[in-house]
């Protein structure tokens, strides 16, 4: 079946530590994003990709990394510099080729990550 | 800048009507999408409207007018399985969803 996989599902950090969040899909979709979810704060998009090596960022960007180096693979790095990490995080991914903004938003399960 | 703007909370009585309101400001408009999530689940599409008008999908409809900036999405026949959290989101560059906050609708027997 076609989806997309976040592991792991919780994660558990301490303070200071760098973190990398994974994200794969077996859709073929062009375009994938993270979004980050807070109680109360809807969805906010952190990063995103249209096509492989070619990454922009979204709204809440400081403090997160990513990389695009292969269609299904869409990474994300918690840095220590990101003052409040601990958040629900969910990746997605969408369309084929570059009139794909009309296609729906597939998401995954989402990583639940705590820092302490 | 852009904001959306959604009730919080919404109760409605299993077997009602329930419309849930969806006010946008943005520099650019592609289209307006709703999406569910059961809580720690992951958001599903329901719908999406590019043009004014309604889309209809089973028991769910959602509207929009572009020139008031506003959509709802109905959901008619309630279940106890609707109570869930409810987004509105907005296309405004073609490249990324902008999303409300949510609206969180509880279902009552």
């Known amino acids: 079946d076609g989806g997309i996989t976040q592991s792991p599902k919780y994660l558990f950090r301490k303070e200071g530590q760098n973190v990398t969040l994974s994200c794969e899909q077996n859709?073929?979709?062009?375009?994938m994003y993270w979004y980050r979810q807070d109680p109360g704060q809807g969805l906010r998009l952190i990063y995103y990709?249209?096509?492989?090596?070619?990454?922009q960022k979204g709204d809440i960007a400081e403090g997160y990394s990513v990389s695009r180096e292969k269609k299904e693979s869409f990474p994300l790095t918690v840095t220590s510099a990101q003052k409040n990490p601990t958040a629900f995080y969910l990746c997605?991914?969408?369309?084929?080729?570059?009139?794909?903004?009309?296609?729906?938003?597939?998401f995954g399960n989402g990583t639940r990550l705590t820092v302490t | 800048g852009q904001s959306l703007e959604q009730p919080s909370e919404v109760t409605a009585v299993e077997g009602a009507i329930v419309q849930i309101n969806c006010t946008y400001q943005?520099?650019?408009?592609?289209?307006l999408s709703w999406y569910q999530q059961h809580d720690g689940g992951a958001p599903t599409f329901l719908s999406y409207?590019?043009?004014?008008g309604l889309e209809e999908t089973g028991r769910f409809s959602s509207f929009l007018s572009r020139s008031d900036s506003y959509g709802y999405l109905l959901l008619q026949e309630l279940q106890m399985k609707d109570s869930a959290s409810y987004f509105c989101a907005v296309e405004d560059s073609g490249y990324a969803l902008n999303f409300g906050k949510g609206t969180s609708l509880l279902v009552t027997p």
């Open positions: 997605a991914s969408r369309g084929q080729g570059v009139s794909s903004y009309n296609s729906p938003l597939h």
């Open positions: 409207n590019a043009l004014d």
């Open positions: 943005t520099s650019g408009f592609y289209g």
């Open positions: 859709l073929n979709h062009d375009a």
């Open positions: 990709s249209q096509i492989v090596n070619d990454f």
